[in-house]
């Protein structure tokens, strides 16, 4: 059974759903198209990660936690930087999309989605042997899922308030 403030809190956000799109049909309407964006991104996002990238001889990976914090550390700096960056970027447009996607918004579906396509994105590259397999990239992926979500959440608190 759902907490009453929880309740309130997904009722005030399916509102301003509606009072941003208005009206029932369209907001569907817009969810309708929301679905096929992120459908295209996905698969933009596994042709960036899998497709697009040469076969290697070998099998990478390295599943030691957070490694890239540890080069940090011992100085190897602007790849690893490069790589956190783009790897928390490329994901936080799939956050926003599902912020409008989802009707029952909760960041724990959000993270549970983000965590599981981006562990699929790394088995496949170690299996298919294209790219390198890490802990690391899971968490980054997932990490800028959940800011690109709490993102938009945030900016339609805000329109929310202007609009009063």
């Known amino acids: 059974m759902k907490h009453r403030a ?8 399916n ?4 009072s941003v799109f208005g009206g029932k049909m369209a907001v569907k309407i817009v969810r309708y198209w929301v679905w096929m964006i992120l459908a295209v ?5 596994l042709f960036e990660t ?15 936690p957070f490694w890239s914090y ?17 790897n928390v970027l490329l994901f ?10 989802l009707k029952d918004r909760r960041w724990l579906k959000v993270l549970i989605f983000s965590f599981a396509l981006s562990m699929s994105i790394e088995i496949m590259q170690l299996v298919l ?32 308030r202007v609009r009063g």
């Open 6 to 13: 929880t309740s309130r809190c997904i009722e005030r956000e």
């Open 15 to 18: 509102n301003l759903e509606f």
């Open 41 to 45: 991104f996905i698969v933009f996002i």
């Open 50 to 64: 899998i497709i697009g990238r040469p076969v290697t001889e070998e099998y990478k990976y390295n599943l030691l």
């Open 70 to 86: 540890l080069a940090l550390t011992r100085g190897e700096g602007v790849n690893i930087w490069r790589c956190i960056y783009l």
């Open 92 to 101: 936080m447009p799939l956050g926003a999309l599902l912020w409008f996607a």
């Open 129 to 160: 042997r294209r790219g390198l397999c890490e802990f690391d990239d899971v968490f980054h992926n997932t990490l800028g899922c959940l800011l690109g979500y709490w993102a938009v959440g945030l900016f339609a608190r805000v329109v929310d």
